[in-house]
């Protein structure tokens, strides 16, 4: 079933989150410079009995920080929305917006770290802190089979939040690895401009890794 912006859960940080000092500070400096923004914890998207939950970073300033969704409203999220379609894992227009429409099928989306980071950098111990929240996220999808883990910073504070070791596997795009549970860990490079702009990620990249999990998810 297509599922649309899910309200805050135990899994999601309260708006006043304050676990994070220098993040917190962040919020309310950006909550002067742009009062429009949405400038709090961003909540996961998607239904928790979904198969497939993408792991994120963490909200980038004008985009999820801005509209209060993962991955809306920058070019992370053109790239990620547009391959979830194509792949029948989202419905419906990707407008830039929490209000537009977009629906998820089969699919949950959400950040190692809930709060935007300065320089888009967090740092461990804002990483260490956040992980109650992504240990809740994972106990509370029962049907879960596949954890996709976009760059080296979700894969190791999934990892964490499993309660393995980050030596337990190395990142790599497209790898993809056994759990203990018997669920599933893939990697891919992050969907950002950055990335994609250097070439070490380009949409045939993605794709592919999503071809993975469709088949994982069908095997």
């Known amino acids: 079933m297509p599922t649309h912006l899910s309200g805050p859960s135990v899994s999601d940080p309260p708006l006043d989150c304050a676990f994070c000092p220098r993040l917190a500070a962040f919020r309310d400096s950006n909550q002067s410079a742009y009062p429009e923004f949405h400038n709090a914890p961003v909540a996961s998207f998607g239904s928790t009995d979904a198969r497939l939950l993408i792991i994120g970073m963490a909200p980038g ?24 379609r194509r792949h029948g894992f989202a419905e419906g227009v990707y407008d830039k917006r929490a209000d537009d429409g977009l ?22 111990a804002e990483v260490t802190a956040c992980r109650q929240f992504l240990t809740a996220t994972l106990a509370e999808m029962p049907a879960l089979r596949v954890l996709l883990v976009l760059g080296g910073l979700a894969h190791g504070a999934t990892l964490a939040a499993l309660g393995l070791k980050k030596s337990h596997v190395k990142f790599g795009h497209n790898a993809v690895y056994p759990l203990p549970d018997d669920r599933w860990l893939v990697g891919s490079y992050h969907c950002s401009r950055y990335n994609t702009n250097t070439g070490r990620l380009n949409e045939a990249m993605f794709d592919d890794v999503f071809v993975r999990i469709r088949g994982l998810l069908n095997g």
């Open 61 to 84: 300033l004008k985009g999820a920080n801005r509209t209060g969704r993962p991955f809306t409203g920058d070019y992370a999220g053109d790239l990620l929305y547009a391959t979830l």
């Open 103 to 124: 629906s998820l099928i089969d699919c949950r989306i959400t950040n190692a770290v809930r709060c935007v980071p300065p320089q888009n950098k967090p740092v461990g």
